[in-house]
Nanobody, 122 residues
């Protein structure tokens, strides 16, 4: 099992910066392959913001490319999201996510944090 604990959400003004952190714990945390961040705004679906594999492959949503940066410390089991040049459209609950590869033919195990609120005012 894996537990994820996020921190760093806050209220900022347009153009400001925030750094979100997520720490993984539990007996299976060293089996995690992908860690990342999703976000969900009111009335909208949860969508990928950024992810990072054990091998260093990163994926970013088009809307945050060039403004957000994801980093990870595999030894500590942490993933961080540096968010710069924040916009009101970035307002959402941000969720940390981790996945563990499953045997062939099975769905990977997926774990979520409780979410942290980011508010960006104009």
């Amino acid at each position: 099992q894996v537990q994820l604990a996020e921190s760093g959400g806050a209220s900022v003004q347009t153009g400001g910066s925030l750094r979100l952190s997520c720490a993984a714990s539990g007996s299976s945390r060293f089996s995690i392959n992908v860690m990342g961040w999703f976000r969900q705004a009111p009335g909208k679906q949860r969508t990928l913001v950024a992810s990072l594999t054990n091998g260093g492959h990163t994926t970013y949503a088009d809307s945050v490319q060039g403004r957000f940066a994801i980093s990870r410390d595999n030894a500590k089991g942490t993933v961080e999201l540096q968010m710069n040049s924040l916009k009101p459209d970035d307002t959402a609950v941000y969720y940390c996510h981790a996945s563990i590869p499953a045997p062939r033919g099975h769905v990977d195990w997926s774990y979520w944090g409780q979410g942290t609120q980011v508010n960006v005012s104009s």
